[in-house]
């Protein structure tokens, strides 16, 4: 789907922002394009939990894991329920245009928020060969 199409169904719409060293998950709301919850690894609690490894590696590596990237999205869950959104769609053109390697990080993130309760429409579209 493009953003057209996602923008006039009045769906929340989930956005990952990559770099080397976080991962950002963002959601916005339908009407205003606002982000209304929003998960990062950069978070105080979860950049916590890996101090040693903030300069250890090179820029040209990744900072961020699968397991970081689930933590990420259950926190995301966690707020999308509390403020009483059970459902979101996710670009699919834009994730699967992103490398195989940075899609396989990705998708534990999904499946906890999932997991936690929030469904995630188009999701099972993504193909990882």
Known sequence: MNKAV????????LRLVLSCR???????SPNTSSII???SSSEQDLASRYPTHLNRFLPSQLFWDAKLASRVGHKLALRLLDLAVTAVHIDVAEELSRPP???FRVWPLFVSVKRAGVVVHGADELVFA
């Open 37 to 39: 919850a929003m998960g």
């Open 6 to 13: 996602l923008m006039s169904t009045n769906h929340h719409v």
């Open 101 to 103: 390697h940075l899609r």
């Open 22 to 28: 976080k991962i950002t998950a963002q959601v916005t």
